[in-house]
C-alpha cells in the first residue's frame, strides 16, 4: 500500500470517526430530551389520575395532540440516527477489516463506539417500553372510568327496566315450575287410571272363574271358614292359658 492509500485510508477513518462522534452528539441529547418527556408523561398521567374525582372523565389525561405527538416524533427521529449511526460503525468495521495493520488503538476506538451505540439503543428501547406501557395503562384507566361514569350516569328509566326485566324472568320461571308440577299431576293421575282399570279387570276373572267353577269358590269359603275358626280357637286357649298364669301367680 503505497503512502497515498494510506493517507487516504487515514482520512476516511478520520471522516467515519467524526460522523460516529457527531451522531452520538445528537443521539445523546435526543435521548436526555426523549428521558424527560417520558417523566413529564408520568408525572402529568398521575396528576390528572389524583384530579379526575373533580374533573370530567370526557377530559384526556394528557395532552395527546402535543405529548404524543412530540412522542412518536423524536423517537422516530432517534431510530434514524441510531440506524445511522450502525450504519457508520459497520463501515468503522469494514475498514479494520480492509487495512492490514490492525493496531489495538484501532480496535479499541471500533469497539468504544460499539459500546456507544449498543448502550444507546439499549435506553432508547427501554424509555420507549416505559412509556408505551405508561400510554397502554393510561388508556385502560380512561375507558374504566369512561365505563363508571356511564353507569352512573345511566337513566332511572334503564334501572327500571332493568328490574321489569328481572321480574319477567321470575314470572317465567314460576310459571315454568307450575307447568312441570301439573304435568307431574296428570301423568300420576294417568297411572292411577291406568292401575284402577287393571284391577277391575282382575277382579271380574276373579269373579268370572267363581261363577264358572263353583266348586272351587266353595272350597275358598271352607278354607277361609276353616282358618277364622282356627284362630278363634287359638285365641281362647290363649286366653285360658294366661288367665291359668294370673291365678297360679297370685296364689
Not at 482520512?11 to 457527531?22: C, F, G, M, V
Not at 452520538?24 to 402529568?44: A, C, H, M, P, R
Not at 394528557?62 to 405527538?69: C, G, P, T, V
Not at 484501532?106 to 435506553?123: C, K, P, S
Request: glycine share 4%; charged share 25%.
Amino acid at each position: 500500500m503505497t503512502k497515498s492509500n494510506m493517507a487516504d485510508m487515514g482520512k476516511l477513518w478520520e471522516d467515519l470517526r467524526k460522523q460516529a462522534r457527531q451522531l452520538e452528539n445528537e443521539i445523546d441529547l435526543k435521548l436526555v430530551s426523549f428521558s424527560k418527556l417520558g417523566t413529564s408523561y408520568s408525572s402529568q398521567r398521575d396528576f390528572d389520575s389524583a384530579a379526575l374525582g373533580e374533573k370530567s372523565d370526557t377530559a384526556p389525561l394528557i395532552n395527546k395532540s402535543s405529548s404524543e405527538h412530540m412522542f412518536d416524533t423524536m423517537a422516530m427521529e432517534i431510530k434514524q440516527l441510531l440506524s445511522k449511526l450502525t450504519a457508520v460503525n459497520d463501515r468503522m468495521v469494514e475498514y479494520t477489516q480492509t487495512v492490514s495493520m490492525n493496531s489495538p488503538a484501532l480496535l479499541h476506538t471500533l469497539q468504544r463506539h460499539r459500546d456507544i451505540l449498543q448502550d444507546y439503543t439499549h435506553e432508547f428501547q427501554k424509555t420507549e417500553a416505559n412509556i408505551a406501557f405508561l400510554r397502554e395503562r393510561e388508556d385502560l384507566l380512561g375507558s374504566v372510568h369512561r365505563d363508571i361514569n356511564s353507569y352512573k350516569n345511566s337513566s332511572g328509566l334503564n334501572r327500571r327496566t332493568d328490574l321489569y326485566l328481572k321480574e319477567n324472568d321470575h314470572i317465567r320461571s314460576s310459571e315454568r315450575m307450575i307447568d312441570d308440577q301439573i304435568s307431574i299431576a296428570i301423568a300420576t293421575k294417568e297411572n292411577l287410571q291406568s292401575q284402577k282399570s287393571m284391577l277391575g279387570t282382575i277382579s271380574q276373572k276373579m269373579n268370572s272363574l267363581g261363577n264358572r267353577f263353583p266348586l272351587i269358590n266353595s272350597l275358598m269359603q271352607r278354607i277361609n271358614i276353616r282358618k277364622r275358626r282356627d284362630s278363634i280357637i287359638l285365641g281362647l286357649v290363649i286366653a285360658v292359658c294366661v288367665i291359668l298364669l294370673i291365678l297360679y301367680a297370685f296364689h
